[in-house]
């Protein structure tokens, strides 16, 4: 990865790991991890969804099985929270190579690939909310073990410190693949598939490979919903919620950008944190402001709030200036 790429990444990091020095509110604090971890769900998606084209609806069934696989092994097999929190993290995994081999080998495109998605998501959430082993109907809480052994901290700064630190490695995985053979060829996929596999792109491949790594990232998201609320049940780990905003955060914040998931899951977060001090807590309401937003969006910034920024920047930025940045990537 060259200097320039790593470069915003530092800086971002660095600039979110200082605010608990800052801000003493746990009500910020906690605004600032459930941000964080809908960023990290939503660099999932936009690794699929934004840099490779492939529209998913049921990215709950990622995050709930990574949710469901670190709880489990915890409550019912004695299993220390850190190793169950990687196993979790390969259970997702697993599960969207499996769906992924199950849907591009049959040719599935479009819509049609994410009604699929959506499908196996609502057949997870029904099995999770019947099967024993989940708890079904009751759902599974984990028991409370404060210490970092654990994986349970007392402090909210420690548990924003950790998401923080999975949100860093997605975000240097995600430029790496957009600076890699893989991410040209997925960008390939997106644009023209037929064009891509004419020019000896195996686009069936690719698109696992985007599978994979977008299920394991979403996952790692549920693993530490678990660890952070220490509560599941169906409605919540495979709910439809997760699939929702883990799609909007990145279409919002700019779709195939490294930083998309990260700004969009910051405006879709307070969207929602305002939505309910107005109006209180009204059902759907939310979802109301997020699809006015979304089609402020798709009809006005296409490229979302990050190619807002890169056009002001290009704007402000002399001419020379631009010549020489683009010279040197």
């Not at 699929?48 to 609806?57: K, M, P, V």
């Not at 999770?128 to 809480?141: C, F, K, N, R």
């Not at 949100?167 to 960008?187: D, H, M, N, P, Y």
Request: charged share 10%.
């Amino acid at each position: 990865m060259s200097r320039a790429g790593i470069l915003p990444i530092v800086a971002a990091v660095f600039a979110l790991a200082c605010i608990p020095f800052l801000i003493n509110s746990n009500a910020v604090l906690n605004f600032l991890v459930t941000a964080l971890l809908l960023t990290l769900a939503g660099q999932g998606w936009n690794v699929l969804g934004g840099f490779g084209g492939q529209y998913s609806f049921g990215h709950a069934a990622f995050f709930g099985t990574g949710a469901y696989v670190t709880a489990i092994l915890q409550v019912r097999y004695g299993f220390n929270a850190w190793p169950a929190f990687g196993i979790g993290i390969v259970a997702g995994a697993a599960v969207g190579a499996v769906i992924g081999i199950l849907t591009f080998r049959s040719g599935l495109r479009g819509s049609y690939f994410a009604l699929v998605t959506l499908a196996f998501a609502e057949v997870l959430r029904i099995i999770a909310s019947v099967a024993p082993i989940t708890g079904a109907g009751v759902g599974t809480l984990i028991k409370l073990d404060l210490g970092a052994r654990a994986l349970q901290f007392q402090s909210r700064a420690a548990f924003y410190w950790f998401i923080l630190a999975l949100v860093a490695i997605a975000l240097v995985i995600t430029k790496l693949i957009e600076q890699s053979r893989f991410g040209a060829w997925l960008v390939a996929v997106r644009e023209n598939e037929d064009a891509a596999r004419a020019l000896g792109v195996d686009a069936t491949r690719v698109k696992l490979g985007a599978m994979t790594i977008s299920a394991a990232m979403t996952a790692a998201a549920g693993c530490f919903y678990a660890q952070y609320f220490l509560f599941l049940d169906a409605a919540i780990a495979y709910g439809p919620w997760i699939s929702v905003e883990a799609l909007l955060a990145p279409i919002i914040g700019g779709a195939g950008t490294v930083f998309g998931p990260l700004l969009g899951a910051l405006m879709v977060k307070t969207l929602g944190e305002a939505a309910k001090h107005v109006t209180g807590d009204v059902p759907g309401l939310d979802l109301v402001l997020y699809g006015v937003v979304l089609i402020l969006v798709v009809g006005f910034a296409p490229r979302g709030v990050a190619g807002v920024i890169a056009r002001c920047r290009a704007w402000l930025t002399p001419p020379a200036k631009l010549a020489r940045e683009a010279a040197h990537d």
